[in-house]
């Protein structure tokens, strides 16, 4: 009896000690993105997946060997041949080198091998501390379409353009009354409408004889809150202002009325340099100011 007691000790002992060391490994989960193309190689997109890991160069080699492995969907498109090999995996700095076998360079057209490229730089470089790839095929460096060979690959960007049509308001000659002007901008992806609107008006300030917005002015931030948009200037704002009543009225109703021509917007809110003032010249300018339809020319 007293063998048997022993020999449970022993092997509850080498139990415990070897969950301690696999715990002691530290190993972390994290859902990343995986970049593929498109069914019909038109468009990269991501897809998220986990991995696991316990050190860096753990997570790197993880996240190429899920990214070698596809996208499992239908509507994605592979890329990189299923067979193709990491060689060499190697992190100096903030680059990461990675030396593929042969079989990454199949398929051979130039729009699959550009994608392959491409897939695995934004894999990699959606790591904070990843800024660049270097890319060879069994030690060799690959060569672009323009016949140039690749060096550091930093992220590419995926973000989708739309043009759309904007209304701003701008002071007639005799700054009495605002005048629309229909602008086409661009818009990617996760850009605001509202933000793009202010630097419509600063360009078309430093571009015309009037100051709609006050030369030197910067756009500090610009968000959004419960339909009124925070819009937050630096000094140069106020300090740079040519004042008098008529030309603060055509900034800040060039400015109000541009912005509330979006459905989303109902009114303005100032800052300047993060922090409400009192007045700004001759108003008060501590609340959110509501579209002025009577300054609009007929």
Known sequence: MKKLNIFIFLLTFIFVTTGCNVTAKNVKKEEIKLYYANSDNTRIQWVTRPINYSNEDEKYANALKELINGPYSSDSTRNISENTKVLVLQKNDDIIHVDFSKEFLSPSTDISQTIAIITVTNTLTQFDEVKGVRITVEGKAMISPQGQPYDVLTEFDLSESRKVNIKIYLPDENAQYLIPKIKEIEIKEGESIGEKIIYELIEESNSQDYNVIPKGTELIAYSEENKIAIVNFSHDFVNNHSGGTAG????????????TELENITG?????????REDFGHFSFNEPFRRAENLIKP
């Open 248 to 259: 603060e009225t055509m900034t800040i109703y060039s400015i109000v009325n541009s912005l």
């Open 268 to 276: 303005v809110l100032f800052l300047i340099e993060g922090q409400r």
